[in-house]
């Protein structure tokens, strides 16, 4: 049976795009792992700040933010940010500070919000409120819900391994089977360009980066539920309370060809390294490490849209660190293209969003 829709990548982007599609036409999910979710989507950090990132993908973070907040109940939580710096970081602190709209503290007044801070090394500091834990889990199986509500189909272990275009649309064939239709939606994540390769479309230049993590033992034994998440300056590390724990990356980019990352040893090292210098506590044990892999287009906004060389082939892809806080307003989006309705984002925006930049 032919499928109206086709999307590889059960990731956030491919389950949000199937929810929304869903209301529009017959969508078939094909998702390589043995569950959705598996790699990006399931690594993220969860945090809604809807001024991280460049104009694009911060116009879709704030169209994100209604649906976030109310829709099925909502997915966000509090959390609040910090930017740390040392005395040399003055400038990186400066563009942060502005950029993200924080308010500068005293090392005082930041140890009153988190007390291991050292006050030896760290000389700027800076706080504000409006970023939110995401139930990311939540968030996913509120589309998936509404996806399956519509009819849609979610296969998994379904990794496609050729796709053939045909009169009327697309057959992709995995190892169990074979799955036509009409429009074929590019949602594989790092693996976007392959996807493309095999439906001989032009590749356009993303580079999936790893991004390690570990998370570590409450510093001193501290309540850290409350504590917001901590950047060192200009992103060098950071730290995110996580169910009594934390959660402790190097914040490092380091680029990859698509495959099921892991934490590097000396790299999550360094980064641990670089949190123990602005704090009181040192790191005594690892309770676990991961990583997982962002991938960025050139220009490092997300792709959305119709593949010049064939309408019929629709890309979804370049969420980098950005796939959950974006994910309402960039499915919305790809529902409006493919209908042929006005988006409620602003025209320059959805050119900017476009393939055709960069084709």
């Known amino acids: 049976m032919t499928q109206d829709f086709i999307i590889i990548g059960g990731g956030i982007a491919g389950v949000s795009a ?9 969508v078939t999910v094909l998702e390589a792992e043995a569950q959705l979710a598996h790699h990006a989507s399931g690594r993220s950090a969860a945090l809604f700040e809807p001024r991280y990132g460049l104009a694009p993908v911060v116009a879709l973070s704030f169209a994100s933010d209604d649906h976030h907040r109310h829709a099925n109940g909502g997915v966000l939580s509090p959390r609040g940010m910090m930017i740390v710096a040392q005395a040399d970081g003055r400038a990186s602190f400066e563009a942060d500070l502005a950029a993200m709209g924080l308010n500068a503290l005293s090392v ?20 504000a409120d409006h970023a939110w834990d995401i139930d990311t889990d939540l968030l996913l199986q509120n589309f998936a819900r509404e996806a399956r509500s519509n009819g849609a189909l979610f296969l998994t272990g379904a990794r496609a391994i050729a796709i053939a275009r045909t009169a009327t649309g697309w057959v992709v064939t995995t190892a169990s089977g074979s799955h036509e239709g009409r429009m074929l939606i590019n949602a594989a994540g790092a693996w976007v360009d392959e996807v493309a390769r095999m439906a001989g479309v032009a590749p356009l230049g993303f580079t999936p980066y790893r991004r390690s993590m570990a998370r570590i033992p409450a510093p001193g034994g501290h309540d850290v539920s409350n504590w917001p998440m901590i950047f060192g ?12 724990a934390l959660i402790v990356s190097p914040a490092e980019e380091h680029a990859m060809v698509p495959h099921d990352a892991w934490a590097d040893d000396m790299v999550l090292a360094e980064g641990l390294a670089r949190y123990e210098e602005m704090v009181t506590t040192p790191v005594t044990r690892v309770l676990s490490n991961w990583a997982g892999l962002r991938t960025f287009a050139p220009d490092r906004v997300l792709v959305i849209g119709r593949a010049a060389a064939d309408p019929a082939f629709f890309w979804l892809a370049g969420q980098g660190g950005y796939g959950f806080q974006t994910a309402p307003a ?11 309705r006005q988006s409620t984002l602003d025209a320059a925006c959805v050119v900017a969003l476009s393939p055709r930049r960069l084709e």
């Open 18 to 26: 199937a929810a929304r599609l869903s209301c529009l036409g017959s």
């Open 108 to 127: 005082t007044e930041a140890r009153q919000i988190v007390p291991i801070l050292n006050p030896e090394t760290v000389a700027f500091a800076a706080h």
């Open 233 to 244: 300056g200009g992103e060098s590390w950071y730290a995110k309370p996580d169910a009594g």
């Open 330 to 340: 960039a499915s919305a989006l790809v529902a409006d293209l493919i209908a042929g």
